[in-house]
């Protein structure tokens, strides 16, 4: 972005009409610019107008200067009028949940000579195993870092990064539990 000076314009998934217009608008007139969407599907989940953004895609006016990228949680839970229309967009690519390797690639690129390599395989093997995301091997590393920061630490000890894990497993196992209000409700 940067050699050829692109400003980025991020939209998150909580905004709405009026946000989205007013940022392809920005968009344009500090163009060349990169108008980012974050989880474009949760945006039409929350209430994004579908015609809304079409017109805003297709525009009267010219994009020149206008890149514009999404990424999507399930990209089936988008239209074929958004996906497979050319000049929408182009360029698809379906970044699977890393495998056990990748997970110890990036692991090791992450913590680089904190942990052994044996260790940051072990590691990368309960990642892989408990489906974590690059996202959540991201985090991993970050939780590490606050775990011994939290212990008046600048570099995470074994402990801490084992603590990072188990936390995140828990947290992610959480998520995918749904809580039954039966009993609550007789």
């Known amino acids: 972005m940067s050699l050829y000076n692109f400003k980025p314009v991020t939209i998150v998934s909580e905004a709405n009409n009026e946000s989205v217009r007013e940022a392809f608008s920005y968009a344009e007139e500090q163009s060349p610019s990169l108008l980012y969407f974050e989880d474009l599907d949760s945006l039409f989940d929350k209430g994004l107008d579908i015609s809304t953004f079409l017109n805003l895609m297709d525009g009267i006016s010219s994009k020149n200067g206008l890149l514009v990228i999404a990424t999507a949680n399930n990209i089936n839970k988008l239209k074929s009028n958004i996906t497979d229309r050319p000049s929408r ?68 000890t074994l402990k801490d990064i084992q603590n990072a894990l188990n936390i995140l497993v828990k947290d992610k196992n959480m998520l995918n539990k749904t809580v039954s209000l039966d009993k609550y409700l007789e």
């Not at 990036?106 to 590691?123: A, H, Q």
């Not at 309960?126 to 870092?145: T, V």
């Open 89 to 156: 967009f182009d360029r698809k690519f379906e970044i699977p949940l890393p495998n056990e390797e990748m997970a110890h690639i990036y692991l090791s690129k992450w913590f680089g000579n904190l942990i052994t390599p044996s260790k940051c395989k072990e590691f990368a093997k309960k990642a892989f195993q408990n489906n974590f995301s690059y996202a959540y091997l991201k985090e991993f590393y970050i939780s590490s870092m606050f775990e011994a920061l939290s212990n008046n630490r600048k570099i995470p």
